[in-house]
């Protein structure tokens, strides 16, 4: 028998596969196709929230440190509002160029970041953006008189309210 024989009687001996046997094949295929793309989709799903949450965590880290800069601005709004004595001293008023400067440098970098002031003296109290420590008469109920410490918020989030005295 010649090779060429051989190969046919092998050939003719085997099973073709039945059509079941087909659609089982192709119906698993088809599964690991749908779990394959399921999981991409799971990827992808979770690469968009790991960024979005990196993006968080970044503004939170800015926010922590913004609350350590709005201290030392805030001294140095009340180091300018004390009266200063009419002596004419140049080294005083150089001194009081050099902070005001350091003050304009403060304000510059919380603007930086949108930093933004909570508006207070002759508005009307509001809870989400002041903190009332103390209420004296006044013509209007709910009117902030004075500004015991000034509040800073960052879009529609607050980061320090403002203490106010607000009217009865």
Do not use: C
């Not at 085997?14 to 659609?23: F, G």
């Not at 800069?69 to 140095?76: C, D, G, K, L």
């Not at 509002?81 to 050099?98: F, H, I, P, R, V």
């Not at 509040?151 to 320090?160: A, H, T």
Request: zero cysteines; a negative charge; proline letters at 2%.
């Amino acid at each position: 028998m010649t090779d060429e024989e051989k190969i046919n009687e092998e050939l003719s001996g085997e099973e073709v596969a039945s059509p079941s046997e087909l659609d089982i094949a192709k119906a698993q295929a088809e599964e690991y196709k749908a779990n394959w793309q399921r999981a991409l989709a799971d990827y992808r799903n979770l690469q968009k929230e790991t960024a979005a949450m990196r993006s968080q965590w970044a503004q939170m880290s800015e926010e922590q440190i913004l609350q350590n800069f709005i201290p030392v601005y805030e001294n140095f709004k009340k180091a300018f509002s004390a009266s200063l004595s009419a002596d004419g001293d140049k080294q005083w008023e150089n001194w009081k160029q050099g902070i005001e400067y350091i003050m304009k440098q403060f304000g510059d970098v919380l603007k930086s970041y949108n930093v933004q002031e909570i508006k207070t003296v002759g508005e009307q109290f509001d809870p989400h953006w002041h903190e009332a420590v103390s209420e004296e008469d006044g013509q209007e109920a709910g009117v902030i008189l004075k500004e015991v410490e000034g509040g800073y918020k960052r879009g529609d989030k607050v980061i320090k309210p403002a203490r106010v005295i607000i009217s009865k």
